[in-house]
């Protein structure tokens, strides 16, 4: 038997979000409502009223909505290496091959170019804190210094709080690239640190959403630093003057607008009136400003007054029918993201919780038994040290389909972290679990699996099996069935234990 290529999908996501997605329906109506309302006054009032409005629908709802989009756009290209990124610092590799003094070196390198090339990563990278050497997917780059300024990174973010960061560097393996780096803490078993490691993207794709953006929306889209110079920029700007500081009349309002982390402003330029909304984006360390000519917005509102209002009023229906579609869609996939675990595709920890509290809510309104089951896939380790990540990635798959067919309908099955998994079922003492994890280990504990290069490999389950006791929340249940599945490990592994 082969591995699947595909993770099974998970049952369907907790629909606790639903209250989040119900607010942003409103606040969409909501502005949808103001524009409307907008439209009859224009209706009713002198051309002044108009020009009032038409500023307004400038600096107060198309450049926060434009600078909006594109900061979610940013934040979604970001993702997915922030997820990466934390995969490395907490895979086991990782902290066991340092923690073996970093023999081997080419292990590493194999292992970043690995990561580069499965999730498509411009460059990948780990910093050892006990050598200093810098490893690369390449190879070994260099040794890192506290005196070298290009280093100031790594030292910066061994003294970080946070588990991570985002910065903007060149990048010295790729010609001095300016790169978008995701750096993670290394941390062993301990909490000691280890290092930094993660993936960088090239700048060029936030340069590339710029320019998009600004063919859609005709408006002027730049970055720029805490200083005011300029950092990525459209294909038509000016940008001999990199500082905003020295650029006539932006030049005006550049301290104030770099004194606030967001805002709207104006300035007057060649005898005519811009308006520019700013962002700080401290993924980036950038501010992001989008800017537009009122001047000529205002001149356009004056000519097409009365002929537009018919079309502008339908557009803006239409304007906020799919701004209403676009938030419900991206709420939607943010609830997929956060509720489903991407390599195997069933419930991820955040979600479970979400669940479990649902499932407690059940229970306490209308009292049946609820259990848990904690599974450990054996030796999982050893597979992926024998047969490397790739195929302990098949495994986990290949695994959470075998429980995913064999458990109820309705039980709700997740991936817990690294080879373990959690089977929540209501309605169900604590023998008629034992029998249901029983068999979803039966199932996985089959014939041998067949591999690419025609050896097999046997896989078993070892599992722990714990009834919850009135009010007693996750964390004391999944403890209890944790313990449980410790005693069948000890027992010779492949076996379904009880708690006591």
Same mark, same amino acid.
């Given at each position: 038997?082969?591995?699947?290529?595909?993770?099974?999908?998970?049952?369907?996501?907790?629909?606790?979000?639903?209250?989040? #997605?119900? +607010?942003?329906?409103?606040?969409?109506?909501?502005?949808?409502?103001?524009?409307?309302?907008?439209?009859?006054?224009? *209706?009713?009032?002198?051309?002044?009223?108009?020009?009032?409005?038409?500023?307004?629908?400038?600096?107060?709802?198309?450049?926060?909505?434009?600078?909006?989009?594109?900061?979610?756009?940013?934040?979604?290209?970001?993702?997915?290496?922030?997820?990466?990124?934390?995969?490395?610092?907490?895979?086991?590799?990782?902290?066991?091959?340092?923690?073996?003094?970093?023999?081997?070196?080419?292990?590493?390198?194999?292992?970043?170019?690995?990561?580069?090339?499965?999730?498509?990563?411009?460059?990948?990278? /780990?910093?050892? =804190?006990?050598?200093?050497?810098?490893?690369?997917?390449?190879?070994?780059?260099?040794?890192?210094?506290?005196?070298?300024?290009?280093?100031?990174?790594?030292?910066?973010?061994?003294?970080?709080?946070?588990?991570?960061?985002?910065?903007?560097?060149? &990048?010295?393996?790729?010609?001095?690239?300016?790169?978008?780096?995701?750096?993670?803490?290394?941390?062993?078993?301990?909490?000691?640190?280890?290092?930094?490691?993660?993936?960088?993207?090239?700048?060029?794709?936030?340069? !590339?959403?710029?320019?998009?953006?600004?063919?859609?929306?005709?408006?002027?889209?730049?970055?720029?630093?805490?200083?005011?110079?300029?950092?990525?920029? #459209?294909?038509?700007? &000016?940008?001999?003057?990199?500082? *905003?500081?020295?650029?006539?009349? *932006?030049?005006?309002?550049?301290?104030?607008?770099?004194?606030?982390?967001?805002?709207?402003?104006?300035?007057?330029?060649?005898?005519?009136? /811009?308006?520019?909304?700013?962002?700080?984006?401290? @993924?980036?360390?950038?501010?992001?400003?989008?800017?537009?000519?009122?001047?000529?917005?205002?001149?356009?509102?004056?000519?097409?007054?009365?002929?537009?209002?018919?079309?502008?009023?339908?557009?803006?229906?239409?304007? #906020?029918?799919?701004? $209403?579609?676009?938030?419900?869609?991206?709420?939607?996939?943010? =609830?997929?993201?956060?509720?489903? %675990?991407?390599?195997?595709?069933?419930?991820?920890?955040?979600?479970? $919780?979400?669940?479990?509290? !649902?499932?407690?809510?059940?229970?306490?309104?209308?009292?049946?038994?609820?259990?848990?089951?904690?599974?450990?896939?054996?030796?999982?380790?050893?597979?992926?040290?024998?047969?490397?990540?790739?195929?302990?990635?098949?495994?986990?798959?290949?695994?959470?389909?075998?429980?995913?067919?064999?458990?109820?309908?309705?039980?709700?099955?997740?991936?817990?972290?690294?080879?373990?998994?959690?089977?929540?079922?209501? %309605?169900? @003492?604590?023998?008629?679990?034992?029998?249901? $994890? =029983?068999?979803?280990?039966?199932?996985?504990?089959?014939?041998?699996?067949?591999?690419?290069? #025609?050896?097999?490999?046997?896989?078993?389950?070892? $599992?722990?099996?714990?009834?919850?006791?009135?009010?007693? &929340?996750?964390?004391?249940?999944? +403890?209890?069935? &944790?313990?449980?599945?410790?005693?069948?490990?000890?027992?010779?592994?492949?076996?379904?234990?009880?708690?006591?």
């Amino acid at each position: 038997m082969s591995f699947p290529d595909a993770p099974p999908r998970a049952s369907a996501p907790p629909s606790a979000p639903a209250v989040e #997605g119900a +607010a942003k329906t409103r606040i969409v109506a909501l502005i949808v409502a103001v524009v409307a309302l907008g439209f009859l006054g224009v *209706i009713v009032a002198n051309y002044l009223v108009s020009r009032a409005w038409v500023r307004q629908t400038i600096v107060e709802s198309d450049l926060p909505l434009t600078s909006d989009t594109l900061y979610s756009e940013i934040q979604q290209d970001l993702l997915k290496p922030i997820f990466v990124s934390s995969l490395m610092a907490h895979d086991t590799f990782v902290r066991d091959w340092v923690l073996d003094g970093e023999r081997d070196p080419g292990r590493m390198t194999r292992y970043l170019a690995e990561i580069q090339q499965k999730y498509d990563a411009f460059t990948a990278f /780990f910093v050892s =804190e006990r050598t200093g050497v810098y490893y690369q997917s390449k190879g070994v780059l260099k040794s890192v210094h506290p005196d070298e300024p290009r280093d100031v990174w790594f030292y910066r973010v061994r003294g970080m709080e946070r588990p991570y960061e985002t910065n903007v560097d060149p &990048d010295l393996a790729n010609h001095d690239t300016i790169t978008i780096f995701i750096n993670f803490r290394v941390l062993d078993y301990q909490g000691r640190f280890l290092g930094a490691t993660g993936v960088g993207l090239q700048a060029s794709m936030v340069k !590339q959403l710029v320019e998009r953006y600004e063919r859609e929306y005709r408006r002027t889209i730049t970055f720029v630093d805490r200083n005011g110079m300029l950092q990525l920029y #459209g294909r038509d700007y &000016d940008a001999r003057q990199p500082d *905003i500081r020295q650029r006539p009349g *932006i030049a005006a309002i550049a301290d104030a607008l770099l004194a606030t982390e967001q805002g709207s402003f104006e300035y007057r330029r060649d005898g005519q009136t /811009f308006f520019v909304n700013s962002r700080f984006i401290p @993924d980036l360390d950038w501010y992001l400003l989008v800017e537009q000519n009122g001047t000529a917005a205002l001149a356009s509102a004056q000519r097409t007054l009365v002929t537009s209002l018919g079309v502008g009023a339908a557009a803006t229906l239409v304007v #906020g029918w799919l701004c $209403a579609l676009l938030v419900r869609r991206s709420h939607r996939r943010l =609830e997929t993201l956060a509720a489903t %675990d991407p390599l195997t595709g069933l419930l991820s920890r955040l979600a479970f $919780a979400v669940v479990f509290a !649902q499932a407690a809510e059940r229970a306490r309104r209308e009292p049946k038994p609820m259990a848990l089951a904690f599974f450990d896939i054996d030796h999982f380790k050893a597979i992926n040290d024998t047969h490397g990540h790739a195929v302990g990635d098949r495994v986990l798959a290949m695994v959470a389909e075998r429980l995913q067919a064999a458990v109820r309908g309705g039980d709700a099955l997740a991936r817990w972290g690294g080879e373990e998994f959690l089977l929540l079922l209501e %309605d169900c @003492d604590l023998d008629a679990a034992a029998a249901v $994890a =029983e068999k979803a280990r039966a199932a996985v504990a089959g014939a041998p699996r067949a591999l690419a290069d #025609g050896g097999a490999l046997a896989l078993t389950l070892s $599992a722990g099996v714990a009834e919850r006791r009135p009010g007693e &929340d996750a964390a004391a249940l999944i +403890a209890r069935a &944790d313990a449980a599945l410790y005693r069948a490990k000890r027992a010779g592994r492949n076996r379904t234990a009880r708690d006591a």
